[in-house]
């Protein structure tokens, strides 16, 4: 399907990762010309964010922002 995409597409084709998206190599190979992290590198981030906070809850300290590779 995203190969008859980019074959019909008159202008170059980006596809955003979510799940069941082929690799990267195969999308360049049927002519895909970038490929789109979308919101997860964010939502990735969030997350880590999110655990460093609740350190700081549960110790009452800011060690874990202070000092994040500890």
């Known amino acids: 399907m ?9 202008l170059p084709v ?3 990762v979510t799940q069941g998206i ?8 049927v ?3 970038r490929v789109s992290l979308g919101p997860w590198p964010m939502m ?6 999110g ?6 809850a549960a110790s ?7 000092q994040p590779n500890a």
């Open 31 to 33: 002519g895909v010309r």
């Open 14 to 16: 980006n596809i955003m």
């Open 2 to 10: 995203i190969a008859r995409l980019v074959q019909l597409a008159p």
């Open 60 to 66: 009452k300290q800011y060690g874990t922002f202070l």
């Open 22 to 29: 082929p690799e990267i190599r195969d999308l360049a190979r």
């Open 44 to 49: 990735a981030a969030m997350c880590l964010i």
């Open 51 to 56: 655990q460093a906070a609740a350190g700081v």
